[in-house]
């Protein structure tokens, strides 16, 4: 028997290691098992494919631009992802995510080139080819504006222009004639120059990326990021029907299933469908007048009321219950070994001390989880938002560490707020507030916070790593 | 229709089922996770990269042959080993915590 028999088989086993891995990846206790199990399945597939006829038939040339490849993007992939901050994890997945997507274009470009070169082709895989080239290359880009936006190189503010329908419907509708152009001159060899068509194909694709995100606001990343990720599943898809390989296309559809369906439940938990996301108009509300500082004044009067460190810790000191509601503030200050260190203090004086977690905190579902945990915060702690919200009116104190959006009351009471219908903590209830905020500029929604008003909330200044360790001192002094 | 063809949409629809299915009922703790695991699967598209790494030949075909192998294992490495960082709360910790 000959051993390449055997590869359709490997390829199968590791069809049901993804299978396995997304199943496993759904539950806390399986996940690492699941995400570990996908890994090796992956391994035993780049393996098998060594042994394929048709790459074997490549000889020395294929193998070499594989080995470089595989060595290249190797390396940028395990150093990229050892070395991003925790607080950049949401970009690098999008980075990720747009390697993919661009890989699968570039698949399905290759593929079309060979059989535009002679090697002949159907306008049944001219079409298959031009989707996975299409959708490959949105999610290429998108995923790069993704990145830009959570990384700050672009505005994260959702972009709009004058004739943004037209622009988005014209490069759509060019993508679309273009491909019927290129799959009816396959189909009769009608004169037109297949490789340019081609090529404009795939800038139009770049370009209607570019034109899907932009106008997206930074708020509704995850929820974009999570959408093209089963964009990118459906090109790699796409690439398995034109390649013929099965294990590309259960592979793919998976992901592309899979990836709809948590794009749905990730927008469900920001109350927002993803119509909305993709269409609405999130991020261009109006920010409190512009000023740089915000406004320390409502309109109607109510001022913010700032307090000191030692005031605050005092405050928590003698407390009996507290409850932490850690933000992206906090990521970014680094402060949750602090944090850490102020419950554990807490806790040794008799005050119980639970961490509230909103479903999107920080920037991703489950990112402030992740954080937390890896200062041994011990996970029964964390509490979500449906079950810590009717404990708020019971704490004595709510200590709000760097989180805006997710606690603006304005989400429950003011019709006309962009995040109104949002789930919000229910902060506002407790009986006392303390808002660790560096400064009064509006959260990631672009929006001022009525919270920060309420008579019962005190505002400490400052980076949150410094302000918690202050109140750390403070409450060892008292 | 070519065989292959039907056997590739059956396999399209059956795998549309096994998605879906899968993951019903995630905490939200795991959504991100889920999403970055599910990005490292479908890099498998490397594969797909390297039967085609020298297909079409030439500077510009090898060129795009290596730009496809390298996008696909980045995809794959870097999605695996951020999805395991951001496991990391779910592992089991040796002789528990002082």
Known sequence: MDLRSLIPLT???????????LKGLSGPKTAVNGNRIAAAGMLLAVGATFFDVEFQSYGTTGLLVTAAGLVVG????????????????????????????????????????????????????????MLGLIIGAVSFSGSAIAFGKLQGLITPRAFKYGGQQIVTSVLFGGMIVLSLLLTASVASTVGVPQLAVMTGVALLALLFGVALVMPIGGADMPVVISLLNAFTGLAVAAAGFVLGNQLLIVAGTLVGASGTILTRLMSKAMNRSIANVL?????????????????MRADDGRTVRETTAEDAATLLAYARNVIIVPGYGLAVAQAQHNVRELADLLESRGVNVVYAIHPVAGRMPGHMNVLLAEANIPYEKLMDMDAVNPEFPRADVALVIGANDVTNPAARSTKGSPIYGMPILDVDKAQ???????????????????LYLDPKTQMLFGDAKEAVAKLVAGVKAS | MSTEAIVGLYVFVLAIFVGFEVISKVPSTLHTPLMSGANAIHGIIVIGAMLVSAAVGGPLGLLLGFFAVVLGTANVVGGFVVTDRMLAMFKQKPGQRK
């Open chain 1, 11 to 21: 390829y199968l086993i590791a069809a049901v290691t993804f299978v396995l891995g």
């Open chain 1, 279 to 295: 269409f609405g108009a999130f991020g261009a509300a109006p920010a409190g007048g512009g000023e740089v500082g915000g406004p």
């Open chain 1, 74 to 129: 190797g390396a940028a992939g395990f150093v990229g992802a050892r070395l991003v901050k925790m607080t950049a994890m949401p970009q690098m997945v999008a980075l990720f995510n747009g390697a993919g997507g661009g890989a699968a274009a570039l698949v399905s470009i290759l593929e079309l080139m060979r059989g535009l070169g002679g090697a002949g082709v159907t306008p049944g895989e001219t079409i298959t080819s």
């Open chain 1, 432 to 450: 006392q507030i303390i808002v660790i905020k560096r400064s009064m500029k509006p959260g990631f929604a672009g929006i001022d916070n009525d």
